[in-house]
Each structure stands twice: as structure tokens, then as C-alpha cells.
């Protein structure tokens, strides 16, 4: 079974703009070459050089309601998929899922989501302002340095709407 994550946008960004977006920042990050496009992103899906496979799609409304996070209801428009390579070193794609998070947040507006199935999760911004989980095994000292902005460190957890 593949591990996949999730990048959660609720944005008024286009599915284009953001696949546009995350192209962008994978080919100044080196992880892609120029098969990656908004419409591969958004189609089959485009692998990085370290087999970590990255989809762009719209987010539809779940039929069991949106859960919570911070205390608000979070109701994404925008999903981006990493799906992790399975003989490939997990935590250098772990490394770059990160920075590709990172480097999408610092363009695209609007509050985000990044986790493992609803469970794990690594970071959420709210309002502008970006949280990171506590846990030293999501966050060690690498991949703290490879954030650009100001960050806090929180543990949040998602909550089924009440």
C-alpha cells in the first residue's frame, strides 16, 4: 500500500493555478523536468526524480461533512497528492514533500492542511499564520531549516464536525 499525503488548500485559486503553482516550484527545486505541466498535474499525474508521484485536483464536499481543524470547519477546494515511492528513501521524499508544501504555500493564499489520511498531521495554516506538529519525527532540524517563513509549532488533529 502506497503512503500517500495530502496538501489541503481552501483557496480561491484555480485547480489550474494551483497545479501551475506546484510545477513552478518543482522545476526550481529540480524535482521535475518539463513533463510537468498543469495538465499532466492534473491528469495521470507527474513523477519526481525521487519517485514521489504529485497530482493536482479539485476538492469536492464529502457527504459526511467537512471536519474540523482549529476549531474551525475546513472545507477544502483544492487537493495536492504525494504519493510516496515505495523503494525510494522516505524520508528524503518526506524532505521534499515539505519544501514542495512549503514553496506552494508561499504563493498560493488561503488556509492549508497538510497531513497523512486524515491523522498525521505535519502543518496547517490559518489566517495567514503557519503551525508545524511538534513531533520531532515530522519536523527534525533539516527540514525546520528548508521552511521560509515564521512558523509556530503546534500539534493539531482533525475533528468530525459537530
Known sequence: MAISYSLELVTPWSTAQVAQTLADVARSLRLVDASATVDTLLGDGVLTVYDTWLRVATRKPTPW???????RVFTPTVS????????ADISGQQDDMTRLADGVLALVP??????????????VRQDGDL???ERSDFWPPNRLAGISGPYSRRNHAFVDEE
Open 65 to 71: 461533512g467537512d471536519p474540523q481543524i482549529g476549531g
Open 80 to 87: 495536492v497528492v504525494f504519493r510516496l515511492g515505495k523503494d
Open 110 to 123: 488561503g488556509d492549508a492542511v497538510l497531513h497523512l489520511d486524515y491523522e498525521d498531521v505535519w502543518m
Open 131 to 133: 503551525t508545524l506538529s
